[in-house]
């Protein structure tokens, strides 16, 4: 069975950083496409970013050179480093499995919440 | 970027109507097209990929359709369980974009 669990939100000051972390289970993160999607609150779905199978990333501009996404294939967990926190990066943050024209989503983890205030 | 508009934003709808939902790309995107359901304070669920291709386990009430820049998401016959709320996302290019979302409510 594919599980995706997030952690490693929390409440951080504008400036901070913090590190979300995506735990799976039922398959190999290092052979999927997987991405970041977050969702501000009462808000729609925004797409993040993506890892390929083969390490390249990609971004969305609004977090583009303040976000870093990884993997531990030997941990098969995904990772989401965020730098520079501002306000309008609260959010709930989504690991995803899938996210290319190769792979469309189709797991999602159940969430974690990340809330940037002073 | 590609945007992508739904239509329309909400609905009411009876138990045993069908729905229909309707999401438009600014440019042609082929096939590349999801839908995905989210119920308040839950994780989005996939329904959708390619256009019309169920995702494994999504009961055959849901169908989609569409291709290049029109796209519809059919609901056959709403149960209590289907009010939600509808995203159809492309993921022909990044950065990968979302609809504004369709609510489905009770009538």
């Known amino acids: 069975e594919v599980q995706l669990v997030e952690t490693g939100g929390g409440l951080i000051q504008p400036g901070g950083s913090l590190r979300l972390s995506c735990a799976a289970s039922g398959f190999t993160v290092s052979s999927n496409y997987m991405s970041w999607v977050r969702q501000a609150p009462g808000k729609g779905l925004e797409w993040v970013s993506v890892i390929y199978s083969g390490g390249a990333t990609s971004y969305a501009d609004s977090v583009k050179g303040r976000f870093t996404i990884s993997r531990d294939n030997s941990k098969n967990t995904l990772y989401l480093q965020m730098n520079s926190l501002r306000a309008e990066d609260t959010a709930v943050y989504y690991c995803?499995?899938?996210?290319?024209?190769?792979?469309?989503?189709?797991?999602w983890g159940q969430g974690t919440l990340v809330t940037v205030s002073s | 970027d590609i945007q992508m508009s739904q239509s329309p934003s909400s609905l009411s709808a009876s138990v045993g109507d069908r729905v229909t939902i309707t999401c438009r790309a600014s440019q042609g995107i082929s096939n590349y097209l999801a839908w995905f359901q989210q119920k308040p304070g839950k994780a989005p669920k996939s329904l959708i990929y390619?256009?019309?291709s169920l995702q494994s386990g999504v009961p055959s009430k849901f169908s989609g359709s569409g291709s290049g820049t029109d796209f519809t998401l059919t609901i056959s016959s709403l149960q209590p369980e289907d009010f939600a709320t509808y995203y159809c996302?492309?993921?022909?290019?990044?950065?990968?974009?979302f609809g504004g979302g369709t609510k489905v409510e009770i009538k």
């Open positions: 996302q492309q993921y022909s290019s990044y950065p990968l974009t």
């Open positions: 390619a256009a019309s």
């Open positions: 995803a499995r899938g996210g290319h024209r190769n792979q469309g989503v189709d797991y």
